[in-house]
């Protein structure tokens, strides 16, 4: 039983490690450090085999993960098989190919394996979420961890960025020299990550609120307790790190970024402090006065965001170049809409489609659309996989906003960040990072390893070093 509880602890504190570190050497895009990443979260995998699972709702995600990355494998395996009919079953690569030459026309055979990988990381991610982060306090002790590692690692972001803008980190910065990246290459996906980080602190500033009487506090006990002042202190400086994360994410100058985020931050405001005033007004009350808690973050970002909304009124929000090339990515799909390419094949597929009103200048590695480029490699198959994906997490999480009432901020700030990922996702391939896919899959598990959990919970060790 012993080891059974070492391995339970040791994996909760790599996996940590894992997902807080992936995010740091440019978003573990080079082939070494994913690999070094997966390598861990394969110990990780292997431990939790050990480790009995919270609940059987928790172990019903488990197995619909696990199921889920089987059928990736299997896809991907079979794309890597050069069957003899495949002209008949697959006119997209066949289409490349014939550009190409058979040589690089061989490629997107081989490529479908080496980019398994990739995919396999977000979903072992989300599996050790929800056996390792399997109670609320560990709940708590993970997203402070992340917060706090993000936090000191943003704050050295911008002040290298400030101080010598030309370097990223330890080496030289050589693409976005005007944009703000954090750790990653692309401006992008630093703003779904900050977007990330910035609901998960206001989820914690939100729940500090509303345990903290701030009218209470300030306009009737002139002499507050240690508890009072404590609760108080906690809210400002929760607050405070999600004032760090919103300059940051302003920075990137991420149009699509930007906005997804806010779509996320304002679901998961209204949301919570619709839950919150239900208690004393009516719904139809609640509901205007939580449209009203929007003014407040709006007002901020009016006033920190002008650079901004400027450059988005002059620029537009999608350029003209990723349209046409989602059209020229959909003519692909539909010539091979069945089998599809194989994943990580976009490269070597796109230049048979590529229109020549999309200009010949650029190199295009991926779709900036993750749900296009994985019909493209996937083929059909992608659908009813993505369908069961979104089933699953908003039925956990909408289980949870009803049952975790305590807990209610968890599953409504997962709800939160699942609009953003998806918002981005459509125009974006942040996801298609596995420094912040992971970071990404590993909170999604966590929030639904918390609302999956029952409602009576044992109390929380007493060296916690934040309030249960």
Request: aromatic share 12%; with cysteine; proline share 4%.
């Amino acid at each position: 039983m012993d080891s059974v509880s070492s391995v339970d602890r040791a994996g909760f504190y790599l996996f940590t490690l894992c997902v807080v570190l992936a995010p740091i050497p440019f978003g573990s895009g080079d082939a070494i450090a994913a690999a070094l990443i997966g390598l861990a979260l394969s110990v990780c995998l292997l431990g939790s085999i050990l480790v009995a699972m919270p609940n059987e709702r928790a172990a019903q995600l488990y197995r619909s993960a696990a199921l889920l990355t089987g059928v990736v494998i299997l896809v991907c395996f079979a794309h890597s098989i050069p069957w003899h009919l495949m002209p008949l079953v697959d006119p997209a690569s066949s289409n490349a190919t014939g550009l190409v030459g058979n040589a690089s026309g061989s490629a997107p055979h081989y490529q479908a394996l080496y980019s398994a990988g990739y995919v396999l990381i977000p979903l072992v991610g989300f599996m050790c979420a929800l056996v390792y982060i399997r109670d609320d306090w560990r709940y708590m002790r993970f997203v402070h961890i992340v917060i706090a590692v993000n936090l000191v690692v943003t704050a050295f972001c911008v002040a290298q960025y400030v101080v010598s803008p030309g370097s990223l980190l330890w080496a030289d910065k050589r693409y976005y020299r005007d944009s703000f990246t954090g750790t990653f290459i692309n401006p992008n996906t630093a703003a779904t990550h900050f977007g990330v980080l910035l609901i998960l602190a206001l989820s914690l500033s939100l729940r500090q609120l509303e345990r903290t009487n701030v009218y209470r506090l300030l306009f009737i006990q002139h002499n507050p307790n240690e508890r009072d002042r404590t609760h108080l202190r906690m809210l400002i400086g929760y607050a405070a790190v999600a004032f760090v994360f919103l300059l940051a994410l302003l920075l990137t100058k991420s149009r699509a970024g930007i906005l997804s985020a806010l779509a996320g931050v304002a679901v998961f405001i209204a949301a919570f402090a619709f839950f919150a005033l239900r208690r004393r007004f009516s719904t139809p009350g609640a509901l205007a006065m939580s449209f009203l808690s929007l003014l407040a973050p709006v007002a901020l970002f009016t006033v920190f965001g002008e650079r901004f909304l400027l450059r988005l009124r002059d620029q537009g929000l999608i350029e003209e170049g990723r349209i046409c090339t989602y059209v020229s990515t959909w003519n692909a799909i539909k010539d091979g809409p069945w089998w599809g390419t194989g994943l990580g094949t976009f490269q070597d597929v796109f230049p048979a489609y590529r229109s020549s009103a999309c200009g010949l200048y650029g190199y295009w590695e991926m779709a900036h659309s993750v749900f296009l480029e994985a019909w493209l490699g996937m083929g059909v198959l992608f659908l009813p996989c993505a369908a069961l994906v979104y089933y699953h997490l908003i039925k956990t999480y909408g289980r949870g906003v009803i049952a975790r009432r305590r807990y209610r901020f968890v599953p409504l700030a997962c709800l939160g960040l699942l609009l953003l990922l998806t918002l981005h996702s459509l125009v974006d391939f942040s996801l298609q990072v596995p420094g912040f896919s992971l970071l990404a899959a590993g909170v999604l598990g966590a929030g639904a390893a918390v609302a999956v959990g029952r409602v009576a919970r044992e109390r929380s060790p007493p060296n916690m070093m934040y309030p249960a």
